[in-house]
């Protein structure tokens, strides 16, 4: 049976920003020690990895632009 992982983006995955209105102005978000690494692991042992948030909708495509600059697939 296929494992799925959830993990949370802001405090698990990236460095938390202290409000949701800071993260606008993160224009490179510090990377958790070992998170990539981890995630890495976990995807080529063909886990089923989702990311959660508390962001508002209308902060996904900064999200998506943070995780692609930290290396998130």
Known sequence: MKKTIFLDIDGTLLRHCGSLTNIFFEDSPQVLDGAIEKINEWESKGYNI??????KE???DI???QLSRA???
């Not at 989702?50 to 962001?55: A, D, E, F, V, Y």
């Open 50 to 55: 989702i990311l959660t948030t508390g962001r």
């Open 71 to 73: 290396g998130v697939f």
């Open 63 to 65: 999200t998506c632009r």
């Open 58 to 60: 209308c902060m996904r």
